[in-house]
């Protein structure tokens, strides 16, 4: 490749509990009000928390998946013939036990992964070349480098990348019981008083081609993915290093291949989940990345508004990045209360702000010290 050879996304999807389709993830995104509502999918009693950001109108995970995927193609005007030489890459909490719910006299609920793959592969005109990622919050955001990389050295023209979780009883539970969820029913990321975070659907697909493929048919220009990195820091199990080394070496990672300076990003869409520990640790990373400046890139967290996504938190957010800067405006950080002293960032809270630059980072980190960086650049 070169690896700074841009690649393009020429089409997209997005489903979440702020509408269907890029349209409405947009314009929920730039109003900034929080989706969460009380769940009604599945029962909490007992539970410390009832919210989510959840569709109150939800098909199965294959099948949301799969016209996610159908969208995102016909959108990048993917034909049958193009369709057929592309791979997938899926990102996904799982089968069965991850629907909303079961059909009404325990019929199918649909394949296992990663059975589910290759079943979407199948189901979209797709290639049999698959991959499936099950690698919690940096799931989706390792499937779109992984891409990246691959068509960058000239192995793969076209990637189909989707991502699915609908919020379920089993990892609700999980992060209820461990005291992850806020409390107050409010994500507030970077803030003052932040309480946690809280659960939300995604069902995204998008269209990840090689330059010369994508001008080869004449396709449309969503974005392109500049630069990608990735990176472990191994301090804890649940923890991220606290002086963000993991995060920071990603970004720095992203830039090198990108082949811009720290200076040239103008926007950052954290993956600030609104838990005390992890949002210092990420204002951190990005004071070891820009200095003195850090304080002064706007930055949100658009989980304040559609929740924590899991496996496809990375293709959302990647996706809502692209089209703001698309649209030349940057979302706000809900839920704001105040500033925190260890989280020292200029962050977007009361208005969208038009977006300085055409280049943006997107952030995402998981469990274990997994770290991963998106660059991407308005067409």
Same mark, same amino acid.
């Given at each position: ?20 389709? &890029?349209?409405?993830?947009? &314009?929920? #995104? ?8 009380? #769940? ?20 199965? !995970? ?6 996610? /995927? ?16 592309? +791979?997938?890459?899926?990102? *996904?909490? @799982? ?32 290639? %049999? ?24 050295? %000239? ?22 019981a461990g005291r992850a969820l806020a409390a107050d029913g409010a994500v507030r990321p970077f803030?003052? @008083?932040?309480?946690? !975070? ?8 998008? /269209? ?17 993915? +500049? ?36 200076? &040239? ?7 600030? *989940? @609104? ?9 951190? +990373? ?60 200029? /962050?977007?809270?009361? &208005? ?15 469990? %274990? @010290? ?5 660059? /991407?650049?308005?067409?």
């Amino acid at each position: 490749m070169a690896e700074r050879e841009h690649l393009r996304i020429t089409g997209v999807h997005a489903v979440s509990a702020l509408g269907r389709g &890029a349209d409405a993830l947009l &314009a929920g #995104v730039l109003a900034g009000a929080p989706a969460f509502t009380p #769940v009604r999918r599945f029962d909490t009693t007992g539970r410390r928390v009832t919210v989510a950001a959840t569709l109150p109108e939800v098909g199965t !995970l294959a099948d949301e998946l799969t016209d996610a /995927v159908d969208r995102a193609c016909r959108a990048a005007g993917l034909d049958r013939t193009h369709r057929a030489g592309a +791979a997938l890459f899926l990102a *996904t909490h @799982g089968g069965p036990h991850s629907l909303p719910a079961r059909p009404a006299g325990g019929g199918d609920t649909g394949p296992e992964v990663p059975a589910l793959a290759g079943h979407l592969a199948r189901r979209c005109g797709l290639s %049999g070349r698959t991959r499936t990622y099950t690698t919690a919050c940096v799931s989706a955001s390792t499937a779109v480098a992984d891409a990246a990389a691959l068509i960058g050295r %000239g192995d793969l023209d076209r990637v189909v990348v989707a991502a699915g979780y609908l919020v379920e009883p089993d990892q609700y539970a999980l992060f209820d019981a461990g005291r992850a969820l806020a409390a107050d029913g409010a994500v507030r990321p970077f803030s003052a @008083g932040r309480k946690g !975070l809280l659960l939300g659907d995604a069902v995204v697909a998008l /269209v990840l081609e090689s330059a010369r493929a994508a001008a080869a048919r004449g396709a449309p220009t969503v974005a392109t993915v +500049a630069g990608w990195g990735r990176a472990g820091d191994a301090y804890h199990p649940c923890q991220p290093h606290p002086e963000g080394h993991g995060l920071a070496r990603a970004v720095e990672a992203a830039l090198r291949r990108a082949g811009l300076p720290a200076a &040239a990003v103008g926007y950052v869409n954290a993956n600030a *989940t @609104g838990t005390p520990y992890s949002d210092a640790s990420e204002a951190a +990373a990005l004071g070891r990345v820009f200095g003195a400046a850090a304080g002064r890139i706007p930055v949100s967290s658009t989980k304040s508004v559609h929740g924590h996504a899991l496996e496809a938190s990375g293709l959302l957010e990647l996706v809502v990045t692209v089209l703001t800067l698309g649209h030349g405006k940057l979302p706000v950080n809900a839920g704001w209360l105040g500033p925190d002293d260890t989280c020292p960032l200029d /962050v977007i809270t009361d &208005a969208p702000r038009p977006a300085p630059t055409p280049h943006a980072l997107t952030l995402n980190a998981a469990f %274990g @010290g997994a770290n991963t960086a998106l660059l /991407v650049s308005a067409p």
